[in-house]
């Protein structure tokens, strides 16, 4: 080693020793270094003379003073005797939210994971438009069966409406579908494709996955929309389906889209709508959707309405105009409505009586009160949420998406989570220390219950932190109707004295 | 008394009543005592800490004049207390072969 180190691992040896030296304490830090200074001197002299440096010599010189951090700690350890992690206080306010908090993300991580809260978060999304009806003939009652011939729609399309200014048709068929790269798959089975005017979706205001308009304009050919069952299915979820050339029957088209999975919830099972200009066929029959004018939603007094119409043969039909309007109840009016059933029936299963009373003069300060409501206010703000998911999670776990089972499955568990949460908050609220907002523990029976009358009956419980008593009557009277506080003084600090000092 | 009493009751471990047996030996400094027990840095230090915490051992720094005349810094020297003499009588019956290790005469010859 060339003596030109030498300064260098000195100083890196002097640098070790002094970084040791934070761990001690300050009061003996000086003293503490000195000695390890002094040793380090008489170390070096020891085994790294300054005429014959060498590495080996100077690697016992840095052990010994890495040996300086063991001291170090070991002094600390002796001044500052270990701390031992303070336990959480049991039954603490910040305990409570933090639970609380865990439970709503749970439910919503839950929530987001389930297959059928997705699909019916993305039913919201596709709500169709406001003001639309399906006309069909009067004469069925199964509003399911295609009644509308294609002559009829192509007739009210052409002449000037006072009720309706928008007409879209469509016709479900089996076809089968193939892609045009594909070798002619003769085996594959045929789906269900509504052949329909080209304005359906933008009637109904259905939303549109992957949607390319550039590839859509392209061309002259009719633009094929996927269902995403069949897109998950036949095409692997591929996300550029989007301008792909298809064979639909003897047709060809593009795929121009993919209807989000419940979007569609009109008569009819499609797997993909072919977007038409004009119905090629006359023959057959098929459903109409029409938008109401402001005069027609004016005639719409119920759900559906009696209309009678002119034929391409000016011809008379009787027909029923029914609102496609989404009456099925959203998950969040399911909520609401169970919200409101359950805070209707809380005071059947509980005092909403927070228990504020007190048998003692001391009255808590505003702050200690608005700590306490704000905690309240917390309890509840957290609950609301964990209940609205909890009941999605238990709607949609076990049950399909749009089935009505989940709806009441949502509705049930909804007034029973909120119902029984609300209970459980009041109650916690009442056995809440006003002071520190702890739960009061150690309940002690008191009196006997045959004794009501003549003497006091009931439980004691106390605040461990010793600000309060807290009684709760066994049976109430009339002069003791309600649980009551009692402010504890200072002459019993020395039954806490170890709680205290936590 | 009464503390020397519970000193002496004290068990010491064998690194500690080595190290006290090095003090009482003779080897008064950190270094002295590293280099005839063998013992790291980072083990002897912290027993000698150990050991003046339980005043079996006191130290005390060497006066700056003598540091001076001989151009080196002062020396910090450890010293068995009596409650120290006391537990290492103690430790020697414990341990038997604590003499072997450090003899005294080694000590005085040094």
Known sequence: MTPAFMPVLRLFDQALICAASLVVPNRQRAEWRQEWQSELWHVRRSCAPADCAAWPSEQRVMSFCLG??????????QCMPL??????????????????????????????????????????????????????NAGYSDNASPTIRPRQYKTWKARRQQYFDGFAFYRVESNSVTQQSALANSNASPWGVAHASTNLFALLGLPLRFADPVHNSADNLPALILSEAKWTREFAADPHIAGTVVRVGNRTARIAGVAPNGSWKLPGKADAWLLEPEPETTSGAGYVIARLTPAGAAEMWTQCVHITAYGPDDSQD??????????????WSIYLFALLLALLA??????????????????????????????????IALLLPIVYFASLDTAYAFTTPYSNASAY?????????????????LRDQRQRCPVCLRLVEHPAQVGQASRTFLAWNGTELMCMDGHTLLHVPGIPTSWFGAQRWLYLDTSWDFLFAGSLGD | MARETKSADAKL?????????????????????????????GTVYPAMRRLERDELIRSHWERQ??????????????????????????????????????????????
Not at chain 1, 68 to 77: G, H, K, M, S
Not at chain 1, 358 to 366: D, E, G, L, R
Request: hydrophobic share 45%; net charge positive; with cysteine.
């Open chain 1, 83 to 136: 701390r031992l992690p303070r336990p959480a206080k049991q039954g603490s306010a910040a305990q409570c939210i933090l639970a609380l908090a865990a439970i709503l993300f749970a439910c919503y991580a839950t929530a987001l994971f389930l297959p059928g809260v997705r699909a019916e978060r993305s039913l919201m999304v596709g709500q169709v438009n406001p003001g639309l009806v399906m006309i069909q």
């Open chain 2, 65 to 110: 004049s003598i540091a001076d005349a001989e151009q080196r810094p002062p020396r910090k020297y450890y010293k068995l207390t009596a409650a120290g003499k006391i537990t290492l009588e103690a430790s020697r019956k414990r341990y038997p072969l604590l003499e072997r290790l450090i003899p005294s005469e080694e000590a005085k010859s040094v």
């Open chain 1, 409 to 425: 499955i949502q509705l049930v568990s909804t007034f029973a989570l909120c119902l029984f949460g609300m209970r459980w908050i």
């Open chain 2, 13 to 41: 471990s064998h690194t500690a009543a080595l190290i006290l047996h090095a003090v009482d030996a003779g080897f008064i400094y950190g270094f002295s005592i590293m280099e005839m027990t063998g013992l790291p840095s």
């Open chain 1, 346 to 379: 809380l005071p059947a299963i509980t005092s909403v009586s927070l228990g504020e009373s007190s048998v003692s003069p001391q009255n808590t300060s505003w702050t200690r009160r608005l700590t306490r409501w704000s905690f309240l206010s917390t309890k």
């Open chain 1, 68 to 77: 300086a951090f063991q001291d170090a700690f070991c002094l600390r350890r």
């Open chain 1, 318 to 331: 009787d027909l029923l105009g029914v609102s496609i309007e989404d009456y099925r109840p959203s998950p």
